[in-house]
């Protein structure tokens, strides 16, 4: 089992900027990949940003240039720093990780999800 702690959400302007961050515990040497997926009020959960253990990286077309995923080996945590936030950025950003790559952009093959933490941007 893996477990999956966030940290970071909060409240910001337009404009601004935040960094999440995700530290993973338990069987870390199972995981292939970790990100970070969204999920708006009435919405689905959507695949934000992902990481492989290489350092390979993804993101949606909607942040690019914007959020920028990194990993610290040593730490098992992965961040998330986001810049120029937009309203629409509003969500619960939840971190998961996942024993193939391949099963990152899928919400339903996600093998771990953390609890989520809040992101709100002001107008």
């Known amino acids: 089992q893996v477990q999956l702690v966030e940290s970071g959400g909060g409240l910001v302007q337009a404009g601004g900027s935040l960094r999440l961050s995700c530290a993973a515990s338990?069987?870390?040497?199972?995981?292939?990949?970790m990100g970070w997926y969204r999920q708006a009020p009435g919405k689905q959960r959507d695949l934000v940003a992902g990481?492989?253990?290489?350092?390979?990286?993804d993101y949606v077309d909607s942040v690019k240039g914007r959020f920028t995923i990194s990993r610290d080996n040593a730490k098992n945590t992965v961040y998330l720093q986001m810049n120029s936030l937009k309203p629409e950025d509003t969500a619960v950003y939840y971190c998961?990780?996942?024993?193939?790559?391949?099963?990152?952009?899928?919400?339903?093959?996600?093998?771990?999800w953390g609890q989520g933490t809040q992101v709100t941007v002001s107008s």
């Open positions: 998961v990780a996942v024993r193939r790559s391949s099963r990152f952009y899928s919400a339903s093959m996600v093998d771990y």
């Open positions: 990481i492989t253990t290489g350092g390979n990286t």
């Open positions: 338990g069987s870390i040497s199972s995981i292939a990949a």
